[in-house]
């Protein structure tokens, strides 16, 4: 079996249990659990949710749902190696967690690795333009940093025309990385 | 109505291991958009290599209240006043603060910066180096709009709330900001839509101020361009064409 490996990081909330959802084949294996303090929601995923997409019956693409909190390196530690795609989630309404964002990049380092890479901006169903756009300029500060010229595109985790277009993007990078 | 003008030039403080971050971006134009609806001021903000560029228009006492606030604000530092000066018309009507990413481009701010030139060749040395972060008083060289012979490269993907995401377009882009290609090869390999489609896509770059058109010669290439696995790229295309 040829298997390639999408990990998607993001912080609580920011969608990742939706987007494996919304993308995957199977029943995503997902590792939620009730929330101790007040998140916006009960459940936030604590362990690695796992869904998957067969290309043929050779090829597959396996979905690796990551917290993006830096205390849960070890997860990281899991997905890094030889990644097809690296999709990072930031919630729209939620000032990122830079010191979080530049740990992620430092440890996943796409531009060293070549590792195709997006950031996805969640939850912008009742944006204005303007403001997801000034948010697309922080996030793109943050990759510069790291020398990572990655696109950031709006997706709707819930909506699978819109979720597809993050594997629309990773193929185009990867064709010409 | 005499109007003021404030023009000014600020440092992001530095958050990021030293880098300088403009963190909350959204934020501070969701509020500052809320009040200067208010106070009746309008205006642009953008930023730029670590550094604010704000313009602010308004009656005086508004613009005098908001600029000793802006002044005293955290999440920036190293405010220095490039302009203040009086119009007659508002620059930026109907904006209560818009974010622009290529203000050089922007027709509203290039006027504006005709009709204050003046002042502009009146700037002290520091100033007019923070300024030229922004606009360098010429106003940009008119664009080459006709790409045949030339080679592209893209600087940056382009902000995907000024121009409509599409398997084209992010094809294209992905190949534009993998390196330098030439004008006919991406023409030939028939991926990103008609001559009249790329050719649209390529001025909305040159707006964004992200399109490097250059003369440098580029070696034909084969196989659609392909660094990556072709096998696995066509079999995730036509799983997605599929849907």
Known sequence: ?177 | MTLRTIVYVSSAIENVRGFRVPLGLSKICQVARKNNAETGITGILTFSKGHFLQIIEGDNDAIGHLFDAICKDKRHCDVVKILDTTTDTRSFTGWSMRLISAVGREPSFRKLMSAVQPHLNDLSEEKRRLFSIFYDGIGGAADDNDFEGKSLKLLAWPDFTQIKQSPTLIELCARLTSGTESYADILKSGDFGTKAQIDLFLRQFQQMDILVVSDEVIPEVSQGGFRGSQTFYNKMKNFLTLG
């Open chain 1, 1 to 177: 079996m040829d298997c390639h490996k999408l990990a998607v990081i993001g912080e609580v909330g920011a969608g990742k249990t939706q987007l494996i959802s919304t993308l995957s084949e199977i029943k995503p294996f997902e590792t939620e659990a009730e929330s101790s303090i007040d998140i916006g929601k009960q459940y936030t995923t604590v362990g690695i949710d796992y869904g998957r997409i067969m290309l043929d019956e050779k090829t597959a693409l396996g979905l690796y749902g990551v917290p993006g909190q830096d205390r849960y390196q070890f997860l990281w530690e899991f997905v890094k190696e030889s990644l097809w795609g690296l999709v990072v989630l930031v919630k729209y309404g939620d000032i990122p967690d830079i010191d979080n964002f530049d740990k992620l990049l430092t440890f996943f380092s796409p531009k060293q690795n070549k590792t195709a890479c997006l950031v996805a901006i969640t939850h912008c169903d009742d944006a204005q333009e303007s403001e997801v756009s000034a948010l697309t300029q922080e996030v793109q500060s943050i990759l510069s940093i790291h020398g990572v010229m990655a696109p950031v595109i709006n997706v709707d985790a819930r909506d699978k025309h819109s979720a597809t277009t993050i594997l629309h993007t990773l193929n185009a990078i990867n064709r010409f990385n």
